[in-house]
T-cell receptor
Framework: DAGVIQSPRHEVTEMGQEVTLRCKPI?????LFWYRQTMMRGLELLIY????????DSGMPEDRFSAKMPNASFSTLKIQPSEPRDSAVYFC??????????????FGPGTRLTVL | GENVEQHPSTLSVQEGDSAVIKCTYS??????FPWYKQELGKRPQLIID?????GEKKDQRIAVTLNKTAKHFSLHITETQPEDSAVYFC?????????FGAGTRLTVKP
């Protein structure tokens, strides 16, 4: 398996533009997580899905952020409109469902977002 | 919900010395405790994990201990090497949830 795949790897955009980040989890994994990492705030959980259903989106910073998982092999994180403070590395991770619990998370390579 | 605290935030040791990173968690239902290593510019990667039915686990120079009563767990790295320099994250998992600590930046000086 290729592991968790994220695209794009780098994104530079201007303030006000829409940004869409994509993730393909490891095949067979039931959980999918979106994280944001910055020097100031560390690794923050934004939202996670179990079997394509959003379970906890309390980490989503504001209404400008939205995430979808239309099927088991694809998820998107959208920021509209983007702002300079959204600049960060966004990681997607996936894990198996181990008897109803989250198991080891495997991280994608991340998307480095820069909003000018 | 679960709350994980990690200490110290930075740690500097001489090559060959040991390094210890400690985490506490709040939810007594947590039953899985992984540790991740993140090198500069790379993704977090699992280095060792422990489940709640085990008190200690070792893998070469790395060991993790768990004290469920006190709700804390620790990462121990012995005979540190410069390539151990990275940010280390602990995490605690209950059913349907996993939370990360804030990270520890470990620097191993040659």
């Amino acid at each position: 398996d290729a592991g968790v795949i994220q695209s794009p790897r780098h994104e530079v955009t201007e303030m006000g533009q829409e940004v869409t980040l994509r993730c393909k989890p490891i095949s067979g994994h039931d959980y999918l997580f979106w994280y944001r990492q910055t020097m100031m705030r560390g690794l923050e959980l934004l939202i996670y899905f179990n079997n394509n259903v959003p379970i906890d989106d309390s980490g989503m910073p504001e209404d400008r952020f939205s995430a979808k998982m239309p099927n088991a092999s694809f998820s998107t994180l959208k920021i509209q409109p983007s702002e300079p403070r959204d600049s960060a590395v966004y990681f997607c991770a996936s894990s198996l469902d181990l008897a109803g619990a989250v198991d080891t998370q495997y991280f994608g390579p991340g998307t480095r977002l820069t909003v000018l | 919900g679960e709350n994980v605290e990690q200490h110290p935030s930075t740690l500097s040791v001489q090559e060959g010395d040991s390094a210890v990173i400690k985490c506490t968690y709040s939810d007594s239902a947590s039953n899985y405790f992984p540790w991740y290593k993140q090198e500069l510019g790379k993704r977090p990667q699992l280095i060792i994990d422990i489940r709640s039915n085990v008190g200690e686990k070792k893998d070469q120079r790395i060991a993790v201990t768990l004290n469920k009563t006190a709700k804390h767990f620790s990462l121990h790295i012995t005979e540190t090497q410069p390539e151990d320099s990275a940010v280390y994250f602990c995490a605690a998992s209950t059913n349907n949830d996993m939370r990360f600590g804030a990270g520890t930046r470990l620097t191993v000086k040659p």
